[in-house]
């Protein structure tokens, strides 16, 4: 895998050296070790990679949606745009539950004041999905109450197919060895991205904090708060975990400097949604998760 080779700097593989320093042999052997160790773990998920220009996807911006959509708010003031995606594009890049045809929308509070822990933060951030010709889209103008700073820089997003580890926090206990292995390990998962931000479409997310976000959508998505203690001690609990799995990521938009994005303190955006609604078409029930250092 010459990504594999690239960034652990040993070379091309008609032998010609990296500039990178080569590491030692049991450094390498770790590496290729961890590769194989969890080949069975590899997941495919979509990469958004900075491309061209032409394409419908894309970041930040101003979105291009049918006549007469109404631009999402939140608290009498509108949402920022985040992005805008075309599901065939998609499609090609990764078949899955999510449907072959079709646009969607992304927007949140611009102001950034719900994290999605609360159940009333619902309504925060809005995912529209659409069908249509978008040569017939029209380019949306700022519509009143948007700051400035609400305002992101675009840039045009292409669909490219990863497969990726997990997090080491969700790796089973009895096989790891963090301070041995750990900065090895996660090297070789952020090496599918290619030094790019982890802007990405199904898969496995890239936790900033917890990795439960799964569990966190369905009980705050059935009006647990989980804020607090308190909330962890709901006796719903139980009977609702047994359909946390499934919630799967929908979209992942890290923090990033071209676009103008910075989650918290260099967070992570996460859109979760339950695969049954995905495959019905039904957007309108996503769930949001802010993760920060």
């Known amino acids: 895998m010459k990504w594999f080779r690239r960034l652990f700097g040993l070379g091309s593989d008609s032998g010609e050296r990296s500039s990178e320093p080569i590491v030692n042999e049991d450094s390498q052997a770790m590496l290729e ?3 194989l160790r969890y080949a069975g773990y590899y997941l495919p998920a979509i990469h958004l990679r900075q491309g061209e220009s032409n394409g419908f996807s894309r970041l930040g911006g101003l ?25 065939g594009a998609m499609g090609e890049a990764l078949p899955s539950f999510l449907p072959d045809t079709g646009y969607l929308y992304f ?19 809005r995912v529209l999905y659409v069908q249509g010709d978008p040569s017939g889209f029209l380019p949306y103008s700022v519509p ?22 997990p997090d080491s926090l969700s790796l089973p206990k009895a096989e790891w060895d963090w301070d ?6 996660d090297a070789l998962r952020l090496a599918a991205f290619e030094g790019q931000p982890l802007h990405q479409v199904l898969g496995y997310p890239s936790p900033v904090q917890d990795d439960d976000m799964e569990v966190e959508c369905q009980l705050a998505s059935n009006g647990i708060y989980m804020g607090s203690p308190e909330g962890h001690n709901d006796p719903r609990i139980p009977e609702l975990k047994k359909e946390a799995s499934d ?20 967070g992570v955006l996460y859109f979760w949604i339950r695969e049954s609604d995905a495959r019905k078409g039904d957007f309108s029930k996503v769930w949001l998760v802010l993760q920060c250092c």
């Open 247 to 266: 919630w799967k990521l929908l979209l992942q938009l890290d923090s990033d400097e071209e676009t103008g994005w910075m989650w918290g303190d260099s």
């Open 144 to 165: 009143e109450g948007l700051a400035e700073e609400s305002i992101y820089r675009p840039k045009a997003v292409v669909p490219q197919r990863i497969e990726l580890l």
């Open 180 to 185: 041995r292995e750990g900065d090895a390990y």
């Open 33 to 35: 070790s961890l590769q």
């Open 107 to 125: 927007f949140y509070d611009q102001d950034q004041g719900e994290w999605g822990f609360d159940p009333n933060d619902f309504g925060a951030w």
């Open 63 to 87: 979105p291009s949606m049918p006549y007469g959509m109404e631009w999402p708010s939140w608290q009498n003031k509108p949402q920022a745009f985040l992005a805008q995606l075309d599901l």
